[in-house]
């Protein structure tokens, strides 16, 4: 079975930097169409933060545009986020997803905690 394995969560300073890692674990065939990661913070709605397609393009949320970058191995179904400039508006947990079309996220990761803070 298809699972999303996630890592490099932790607590940070202010301004300071954190790398999440995506790996697959489980066969698949082909590549996932689209990668990317969700965060959801305490109180709040679960919100879209970055995705790369299979052929590269990528976007990301107005909040982390210029801070995050988001990049992926297709093939090994992997991606990371590079995390810069880290505010504590960014303290949340962090889940990478994939789909295997376009649309809906077909599997999740378990999460992991993001704490910014002095």
């Known amino acids: 079975q298809v699972q999303l394995v996630e890592s490099g969560g932790g607590l940070v300073q202010p301004g300071g930097s954190l790398r999440l890692s995506c790996a697959t674990s489980?066969?698949?065939?082909?590549?996932?169409?689209?990668m990317g990661w969700y965060r959801q913070a305490p109180g709040k709605q679960r919100e879209l933060v970055a995705t790369?397609?299979?052929?590269?393009?990528?976007n990301y949320a107005d909040s982390v545009k210029g801070r995050f970058t988001i990049s992926r191995d297709n093939a090994k179904n992997a991606v990371d986020l590079q995390m810069n400039s880290l505010k504590p508006e960014d303290t949340a947990v962090y889940y990478c997803?994939?789909?295997?079309?376009?649309?809906?996220?077909?599997?999740w990761g378990q999460g992991t905690q993001v704490t910014v803070s002095s």
């Open positions: 997803y994939a789909a295997t079309t376009w649309g809906s996220p077909n599997y």
């Open positions: 489980g066969r698949i065939f082909g590549i996932f169409n689209t």
């Open positions: 790369s397609t299979i052929g590269g393009n990528t």
